[in-house]
Nanobody, 122 residues
């Protein structure tokens, strides 16, 4: 069973950057499409980016398009989320997740990390 661990969260000022990492163990990440999700207090979990197993196709939410970049390195069993031009509304717990298909719905992802907090101060 795939186990996922996120890292790289923290406190940053608006306009700043962070890079999140998600490393897998217990299975090859290359077998899965991957997604980054976030959940702010009182809000539903939303998909911000997702990527095919090969890395050839990446889909972004409109709210992060042009600011966030998702990538993967299957040799390192790791996916990344580069977040630039951060805004206060990006504040949330960020989760990575693995699925067989490239889906936006969180219900289609069976494997999840524990999450990492991103806080953007305005």
């Amino acid at each position: 069973q795939v186990q996922l661990v996120e890292s790289g969260g923290g406190l940053v000022q608006a306009g700043g950057s962070l890079r999140l990492s998600c490393t897998a163990s217990g299975g090859a990440l290359s077998n899965y499409a991957m997604g980054w999700f976030r959940q702010a207090p009182g809000k539903e979990r939303e998909n911000v980016a997702r990527i095919t197993w090969s890395g050839r196709t990446t889909v972004y939410a409109d709210s992060v398009k042009g600011r966030f970049t998702m990538s993967r390195d299957n040799a390192k069993n790791t996916v990344y989320l580069q977040m630039n031009s951060l805004k206060a509304e990006d504040t949330a717990v960020y989760y990575c997740a693995a699925a067989r298909g490239l889906e936006a719905s969180s219900s289609t992802y069976p494997y999840w990390g524990q999450g990492t907090q991103v806080t953007v101060s305005s």
